[in-house]
């Protein structure tokens, strides 16, 4: 846990691997860490990781070794998708759970919310300075307009399929108005 926030990613990534490689007692105890979700929150290691901006590569051997992380609620109903709007992790990451389970982008939190409509409320927030992030493409408009087609794409209940030429109304919309700002 202290290795992700300090984003010690190549640490994490050896760990991993001795997981993975690892059927020992010492590889079990290793999995326990991982396995083990957090009291107070109730965040597993997948939750955690998607709030710190992680590499694609380390969510991958996470999603791989513990399948069961991607559809996990913490404390407040939220799946790592969830966390992962609200931290406007990298898009990579986002379709990395999407494609682990797309069921996950229809999944509502405590307050009710899919991601989907996170990443729509997300878009409008007034936001003090793109600075603040370091990067315009991961906070910005641009960053919510790709996380949103993404996650809109990917549900049952959005349709969002080109029909002949025209575009959706709602790609439409997304467009025309990040086009504008």
Same mark, same amino acid.
């Given at each position: 846990?202290?290795?992700? =926030?300090?984003?010690?990613?190549?640490?994490?990534?050896?760990?991993?691997?001795? !997981?993975?490689?690892? %059927?020992? &007692?010492?590889?079990?105890?290793?999995?326990?860490?991982?396995?083990? %979700?957090?009291?107070?929150?109730?965040?597993?290691?997948?939750?955690?990781? #998607? &709030?710190?901006?992680?590499?694609?590569?380390?969510?991958?051997?996470?999603? +791989?070794?513990?399948?069961?992380? !991607? %559809?996990?609620?913490?404390?407040?109903?939220?799946?790592?998708?969830?966390?992962?709007?609200? +931290?406007?992790?990298?898009? &990579?990451?986002?379709? #990395?759970?999407?494609?682990?389970?797309? =069921?996950? $982008?229809?999944? +509502?939190?405590?307050?009710?919310? $899919?991601?989907?409509?996170?990443? #729509?409320?997300?878009?409008?927030?007034?936001?003090?300075?793109?600075?603040? +992030?370091?990067?315009?493409?991961?906070?910005?408009?641009?960053?919510?307009?790709? $996380?949103?087609?993404?996650?809109?794409?990917?549900?049952?209940?959005? !349709?969002?399929?080109?029909?002949?030429? &025209?575009?959706?109304?709602?790609?439409?919309?997304?467009?025309?108005?990040?086009?504008?700002?």
């Amino acid at each position: 846990s202290d290795m992700v =926030e300090q984003r010690q990613w190549n640490r994490v990534r050896d760990i991993l691997r001795i !997981v993975e490689d690892d %059927t020992t &007692a010492s590889g079990g105890e290793y999995r326990r860490i991982f396995d083990d %979700t957090d009291g107070r929150s109730g965040q597993t290691f997948l939750h955690k990781l #998607c &709030a710190s901006q992680p590499p694609v590569d380390v969510v991958l051997s996470a999603i +791989r070794q513990f399948p069961d992380m !991607v %559809t996990a609620k913490d404390g407040k109903s939220r799946t790592p998708l969830h966390v992962a709007i609200e +931290r406007h992790a990298l898009l &990579a990451v986002i379709t #990395c759970l999407l494609q682990s389970d797309p =069921e996950c $982008a229809e999944s +509502r939190d405590s307050d009710g919310k $899919a991601p989907l409509m996170l990443a #729509c409320e997300g878009m409008f927030k007034p936001r003090a300075s793109s600075s603040s +992030r370091g990067n315009d493409y991961n906070g910005g408009k641009k960053w919510y307009t790709e $996380a949103i087609l993404l996650l809109a794409a990917s549900s049952s209940k959005f !349709v969002l399929h080109e029909v002949g030429n &025209a575009l959706p109304h709602f790609k439409e919309i997304l467009q025309v108005y990040c086009a504008k700002k």
